[in-house]
Structures are given as structure tokens and as C-alpha cells.
T-cell receptor
Framework: LAKTTQPISMDSYEGQEVNITCSHNNIATNDYITWYQQFPSQGPRFIIQ???TKVTNEVASLFIPADRKSSTLSLPRVSLSDTAVYYC?????????????FGKGTKLSVKP | NAGVTQTPKFQVLKTGQSMTLQCAQDMNHNSMYWYRQDPGMGLRLIYY???????DKGEVPNGYNVSRLNKREFSLRLESAAPSQTSVYFCASRGLNRENIQYFGAGTRLSVL
């Protein structure tokens, strides 16, 4: 199972773009990369997922290089409400694989 | 649509007591999971159930048992609670025909005195 490494914490200011990088050197061919966001006292919630290149949705962008050994979550123009812990997760697409491992996450603090 | 529902939301136990944390999902998902999260830590997988009728150990299964009662429900039991089991417990589910997106409940905050 691919494990991930992320920075423990990051600080930013409102209106800035934030990029959080995750390393997953032993990612498998059929693994997808998924990012979750967790606010205090809540369960994690899905943000974005990708397999290769770039994926964008209304919340974030995900950049994945050709070797797929890392990925970068990009949050455009963050606000105070983006203060949360962000988790990078790798795991197989579909199927019944159950054992998905979360890392320690990156605590993002957005300041006014 | 309730998603993943966990009960209770809060619980205080004395050392040695037993209890069962309940989890139910209404999304017809095949896979269900139990995680624990300690202060300042990430989520650690306790047990998971890839499909109805099957359960498997995760990273930290010691001191816990699980039951996949049916497709909807996945319970976590502490037979003899210990202070080291003080944590926030999250249940999650995942569908078979989607990418590996998990949907989480709101959590159960457990204190063992």
C-alpha cells in the first residue's frame, strides 16, 4: 500500500494561492490520488481526485507529474474558512480494496 | 439524505466498561471503515469491511472488535475500555462503482476515565 508524506503545517494569508505537496514514491499503477479536507470536530470530506496530469473542480486543482510519485493540491485565493487539515490519500480505483491509509495531513492556517 | 450516521456523538466510560459504537450508511455502499483520531494526529484505520459479511484488521485493531451487521451497518465494540482508547472515532463508507471516495460520519467522541 502506498504511503504518503506531507508537510505537517503551512501558513498563508487570505487571497493567496496555497500549494500543498504530497509524496507517494511507491504509488501503484492502479492507484488514484485523493485529497480530503477536515475541519475541527468534523469528519473529513472529499475535495478532489486524480490519476495523472491536472484535474480542476470548483474548489481546487490537483497537479500530478508524469511519474506520479508526488501530487500538489492547489487552493486558489484562500479565505479564513479554508483553515483546516488536508489529507492526501492513495488507493486503488473502484473494486473492493478496503485498506486505505491516511497520512498525518497538513494543517493549513489562513490568516487575515 | 443522511449519508453516514454515527451514534452516540459523545460517550464517557470508566476503565473496564464495554460499549458499542454504531454506524449506518444509506448510500448502498459496499465498504465501511472505522478510524480513530487522536489529538493532533491523522486518522488511523482500526478495522474495515470490504463487503457485507467480511471484516479485516487495519493499522490499530487491538482492543476492538467489529460486526458488519448488514450492508448498512458496521459497529465497533470496545470490550474492556482503557484510557488509551480515549479518542474521536470516525466511521466511513465507500461505494463499489465509484472511485475510492470515502464518506465520513460526524464522529463519536469517547473519553475513558
Amino acid at each position: 500500500l502506498a504511503k504518503t508524506t506531507q508537510p505537517i503545517s503551512m501558513d498563508s494569508y487570505e487571497g493567496q494561492e496555497v500549494n500543498i505537496t504530497c509524496s507517494h514514491n511507491n504509488i501503484a499503477t492502479n492507484d488514484y490520488i485523493t485529497w480530503y479536507q477536515q475541519f475541527p470536530s468534523q469528519g473529513p470530506r472529499f475535495i478532489i481526485q486524480g490519476y495523472k496530469t491536472k484535474v480542476t473542480n470548483e474548489v481546487a486543482s490537483l497537479f500530478i507529474p508524469a511519474d506520479r510519485k508526488s501530487s500538489t493540491l492547489s487552493l486558489p485565493r484562500v479565505s479564513l474558512s479554508d483553515t483546516a487539515v488536508y489529507y492526501c490519500l492513495v488507493g486503488a480505483y473502484g473494486g473492493s480494496q478496503g485498506n486505505l491509509i491516511f497520512g498525518k495531513g497538513t494543517k493549513l492556517s489562513v490568516k487575515p | 439524505n443522511a449519508g453516514v450516521t454515527q451514534t452516540p456523538k459523545f460517550q464517557v466510560l470508566k476503565t473496564g466498561q464495554s460499549m458499542t459504537l454504531q454506524c449506518a450508511q444509506d448510500m448502498n455502499h459496499n465498504s465501511m471503515y472505522w478510524y480513530r483520531q487522536d489529538p493532533g494526529m491523522g486518522l488511523r484505520l482500526i478495522y474495515y469491511s470490504a463487503s457485507e459479511g467480511t471484516t479485516d484488521k487495519g493499522e490499530v485493531p487491538n482492543g476492538y472488535n467489529v460486526s458488519r451487521l448488514n450492508k448498512r451497518e458496521f459497529s465497533l465494540r470496545l470490550e474492556s475500555a482503557a484510557p488509551s482508547q480515549t479518542s474521536v472515532y470516525f466511521c466511513a463508507s465507500r461505494g463499489l462503482n465509484r472511485e475510492n471516495i470515502q464518506y465520513f460520519g460526524a464522529g463519536t467522541r469517547l473519553s475513558v476515565l
